[in-house]
């Protein structure tokens, strides 16, 4: 018997163990790869796992809910929220293993637990491209796709709040609130990530308890914190790295507030955390990174004001989203398929100008006449970059869609070169020697372990 034996299931020392412990994963499974896995898993122990039929995708694929144990609290995990962001592919996978493995976990943690591998299949099959070589940024933002707002699964549950209404919910979204009514979760977890630069968190009410283990589980396997810019301007930071999810109300105000549409033509609905608070359920979102840079924890102050800073990022975004916006009117007349690609790009497109001229504008506000930090700035330069690869790129994949399926006209194949240029051009402006890209396994440690860490603070275990 080792030292770590003796550790107390659930501890924090334990569940440290635990998430250094995950397994090296070569990529992301694809969606056949991921479904597999599971319904092997559910065969090879009837005993443990249960799974029942939740929904249908749009395009037809069933989707599964597997449920283990039998303890008093309610445990919801859900991947595939975000269908580019399959780090969760991975942590279902484990965390499942692991408590089929490992019947002292699961007795320690005292839950039934319940796991939807990916709440969004037709999405994430359009990721698929890119899953054999995380860590490529190339080939992930040319075969990158995250669907408009009112495709996500995440953001699709019914909202009414002043000019706002929205009521459209989508199948998978269905299934997704049919999941959360009936399992009534004591803890919900869904599935996200982020891109570059550190780990943080979201929660929906503070947590105390918990705030020291999600800093520790990240430190632990080498990971930083995210320092940097939050992603909204009105998010309320618990601890470093640490946020309150808000409320679509208050986006809407800060929005409006900052004299923009705060509910464009597009908009998406509440949040999957939001509906599921009608259950008292504390929901944990861990944003991981698959990359890393050394500027994004670096608090160092900068000659360029925070003000100055935004603003010129903006003004880029805004001037890149303009260019977009053009070919994109050009397209139009041109176009004949109505591809998820195509209907995410008109969507994102214009969000280029406005999130340029939201920056712009928080540039021009008091608070943010003083130094920019480092981190800032990386922040800062990294959504621009991103931004303009994601949606362009997504973009240009709608174009060439076109000519692949041999219905492009000439005007539209000149449209998509000139695309495919700039796109080429920001994509290299984007490159940094500096950028490391992080392994699999330890993203999904941190994912594993900071749902661990939510489940043990609520059995109660020290
Ligand atoms: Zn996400």
Known sequence: MTASDKLVVGSPEDILRRAAAVPEY???????ELADRFAELERQHPELVSSRRIGTSRLGDPLRMYSIGDGSLSHLIVGGVHPNEPIGSWTAVHLLEQLI??????????????????????????????????????????????????EQVEWTFPFDYKNAYFDRMMPETLALARAIDWTQPDLYVPLHNGEMGGVYYYLTR????????????????????????????HLI???????????????????ESLGLDPFPEGSGGESSSAYAQQYGTLSLIAELPYWLHPDADDTTEIDESYGDLLKRTGRTLADSGAQLVELLERAQPHLTLNSPFMRASSRFVPMLVSSGEMSISRGE????????????????????????????????????????SGSASAELRRIADVLGETYESWS???????????????????QYGAILAGAAHLAGVQ
Request: glycine content about 10%; aromatic content about 10%.
């Open 237 to 255: 930071e618990l601890a470093p790295a640490i946020f309150t999810t808000g409320s679509l109300e208050e986006v809407y105000d800060w929005t």
């Open 428 to 446: 290299r402006e984007s490159e940094d020697p500096r950028i490391q890209s992080i392994p699999v396994s330890k993203l999904v440690g941190v």
């Open 101 to 150: 493995r490992d019947p002292g976990l699961g007795k320690a943690l005292d839950a039934a637990w319940h796991i939807v591998p990916c709440i969004d299949p037709d999405g994430m099959r359009l990721n698929e491209g890119w899953f054999a070589k995380p860590g490529d940024r190339t080939a992930y933002f040319a075969d990158f796709y995250r669907p408009a707002g009112d």
């Open 365 to 404: 506000q008091t608070e943010a006449q003083r130094p920019a930090t480092r981190a800032e700035l990386f922040g800062c330069v990294e959504h621009l970059h991103m931004f303009r690869l994601r949606f362009g790129g997504m973009l240009l994949r709608a174009l060439r869609a076109e000519a692949t």
């Open 26 to 32: 070569s990529g992301f499974p694809t969606l056949d």
């Open 206 to 233: 503070p947590v105390p308890e918990l705030y020291e283990m999600l800093h520790r589980v990240p430190e632990a396997l080498g990971l930083p914190l995210d320092k940097g810019e939050p992603e909204a301007g």
